[in-house]
């Protein structure tokens, strides 16, 4: 009997540290919000960003992405860009030269 309560106990121990790492892992934080009303909520392993910006022909855009490992280390500023790329197939940031290279 004594057994099974060592083995109760250590079971319960690990039980209660896979929860907390999983908190830790997974439970997101918001980080401080921009001037355009984006949010965004960083956890460990993965980065939520509330887009919630104007476009330049005047709409806004609105839409919730999830970012997992690698992109999640990445400012707004450069997943911004991606953003920009996906929707318009190039960033705008560079639109303004290309009318004066030719």
Do not use: C, H
């Amino acid at each position: 009997m004594v057994k099974s309560i060592k083995t109760r106990r250590i079971l319960t121990t690990v039980f209660l540290i896979a929860i907390l790492a999983a908190g830790i892992l997974f439970f997101p934080i918001p980080a401080a919000a921009t001037n355009d009303r984006t949010q965004e909520f960083n956890a460990v392993t993965y980065k939520i960003v509330i887009w919630n910006k104007t476009l330049p022909n005047g709409e806004t855009y609105k839409k919730t992405r999830f970012y997992f490992l690698s992109q999640r280390y990445k400012s707004l500023d450069e997943l911004w860009a991606q953003e920009e790329e996906s929707l318009f197939g190039k960033t705008l940031k560079n639109t303004s030269t290309d009318f004066f290279a030719k």
